[in-house]
């Protein structure tokens, strides 16, 4: 079946340091890869996604390309802020059906 | 558009006390996904819905939960009779025309937290 692995959290960075998440996925086929934000207190939020190998996602300054041969997502910033304190988690579709989720990485910026 | 509208935000409710969770999707959307988060199990899905019918089911623990579609732009979800492990964040999320291969967006709503004590 599909699945979605990521990064185990948390992970502690400090202000401007640079951010990766790791991801990979077990899927048939190829599906559509996105990365959801949920920020304390809140629902889950599309950050970013792409839908074919070598696409690169981008948003707010966080970037993730679908890298077919490695089968991976990984989530990337170059200087993350106080404010991207949030757990994030890697999923992936195919067709009309249901979003596989990863477990969540926990994220904390330390000022 | 509002986006994904939950209620109640907030419950908290005694054991076997009957529960219902309501949802309006994003006008035009024909996917609903009901989720459960708890820290336990993580995101997990519960069911969903597309053109009103329920396509997947599986993710449902057990007959004490039910989701209902009536139409499409309302769904519910209840936990009858309650129990202290059904304490979580229940999300509803929504799509237009399922998730196609281009890439088309689930939606969520912000949740409903419940607390079953």
């Known amino acids: 079946g599909n699945s979605v692995t990521q990064m185990e959290g948390p992970v502690t960075l400090s202000e401007e340091a640079f951010l990766t998440i790791n991801c990979t996925y077990t899927?048939?086929?190829?599906?559509?890869l996105f990365w959801y934000v949920q920020y304390p207190g809140e629902g889950l939020q599309l950050l970013l996604k792409?839908?074919?190998?070598?696409d690169k996602g981008s948003n707010k300054g966080f970037e993730a390309t679908y890298r077919k041969e490695t089968t991976s997502f990984h989530l990337e910033k170059g200087s993350v802020q106080v404010s991207d304190s949030a757990v994030y988690f890697c999923?992936?579709?195919?067709?009309?059906?249901?979003?596989?989720f990863g477990t969540g990485t926990r994220l904390t910026i330390i000022p | 558009d509002a986006g994904v509208i939950q209620s109640p935000r907030h419950e908290v409710t005694e054991m076997g006390q009957e529960v219902t969770l309501r949802c309006k999707p994003i006008?035009?959307?024909?996917?609903l996904f009901w989720y459960r988060q708890t820290m336990m199990r993580g995101l997990e899905l519960l069911i969903y819905?597309?053109?009103?019918?329920?396509?997947?089911d599986s993710g449902m623990p057990e007959d004490r939960f039910s989701a209902k579609m009536p139409n499409a732009s309302f769904s519910t979800l209840k936990i009858q009779p309650s129990e202290p492990r059904d304490s979580a964040v229940y999300f509803c999320?929504?799509?237009?025309?399922?998730?196609?291969?281009?890439?088309?967006?689930?939606?969520f709503g912000e949740g409903s937290w419940l607390t079953v004590v």
């Open positions: 006008s035009g959307h024909n996917s």
């Open positions: 999320a929504s799509s237009g025309q399922g998730l196609i291969l281009s890439g088309n967006t689930i939606y």
């Open positions: 792409a839908t074919k190998a070598d």
């Open positions: 819905f597309n053109n009103n019918v329920p396509i997947d």
């Open positions: 999923a992936l579709g195919f067709g009309n059906e249901k979003l596989t």
């Open positions: 899927a048939t086929g190829y599906p559509s």
